[in-house]
Antibody, heavy 120, light 103 residues
Framework: QVQLVQSGAEVKKPGASVKVSCKAS????????ISWVRQAPGQGLEWMGW????????NYAQKLQGRVTMTTDTSTSTAYMELRSLRSDDTAVYYC?????????????WGQGTLVTVSS | DIQMTQSPSSLSASVGDRVTITCRAS??????LAWYQQKPGKVPKLLIY???TLQSGVPSRFSGSGSGTDFTLTISSLQPEDVATYYC?????FGPGTKVDIK
């Protein structure tokens, strides 16, 4: 069965960086894209970006350009999302999710979420 | 970026009621529209993609329609387990969500 298992919760100070991992199993990793979505406490869903696990092509949300980097390691079927220069409003649950195919941003399987708290 | 709006922002209906949620795009998006259900404290779940294609395993009481700028998610007979927030998505943009409760 398809599973996406994310790394554990993080607490970071403003200005620091965080890197969240997402290990995939149960499917051919390179046949699907991975999207990253975050959800601030009590708020809606925010699309952060997408990476093709096939060729590493990325597409990031404009508001995060320059602060976010998404990568994959096909040898371990793991996707990574790094967010730099953290601010308090980056406090959120971060989800990785598998695309419905290798080019669309709609997603069908989600990780369990990783809470990132940014606080001094 | 294309903006997505949803209406209503919340609704309360009785078990068995037909419920309709609307999602509107700021410009035409063909059928690039997905719907998700997020129950309290849970991970979102894909219900419908390509505006009207039901994801495998999703109950048939859920349906989607629309094309261009206006889309709807319909629950034909509301069940207690449908209490959730529903989000539409066009590629890079999610709608703000519609919270559905039982009256």
């Amino acid at each position: 069965q398809v599973q996406l298992v994310q790394s554990g919760a993080e607490v970071k100070k403003p200005g620091a960086s965080v890197k969240v991992s997402c290990k995939a199993s149960g499917y051919t990793f390179t046949s699907y894209g991975i999207s990253w979505v975050r959800q601030a406490p009590g708020q809606g869903l925010e699309w952060m970006g997408w990476i093709s696990a096939y060729n590493g092509n990325t597409n990031y949300a404009q508001k995060l350009q320059g602060r976010v980097t998404m990568t994959t390691d096909t040898s371990t079927s793991t996707a990574y999302m790094e967010l730099r220069s953290l601010r308090s409003d980056d406090t959120a649950v971060y989800y990785c999710a598998r695309g419905i195919d290798n080019w669309n941003y709609e997603v069908d399987y989600w990780g369990q979420g990783t809470l990132v708290t940014v606080s001094s | 970026d294309i903006q997505m709006t949803q209406s209503p922002s919340s609704l309360s209906a009785s078990v068995g009621d037909r419920v309709t949620i609307t999602c509107r795009a700021s410009q035409g998006i063909s059928n690039y529209l997905a719907w998700y259900q997020q129950k309290p404290g849970k991970v979102p779940k894909l219900l419908i993609y390509a505006a009207s294609t039901l994801q495998s395993g999703v109950p048939s009481r859920f349906s989607g329609s629309g094309s261009g700028t206006d889309f709807t998610l319909t629950i034909s007979s509301l069940q207690p387990e449908d209490v959730a927030t529903y989000y539409c998505q066009n590629r890079r943009t999610f709608g703000p969500g519609t919270k559905v409760d039982i009256k």
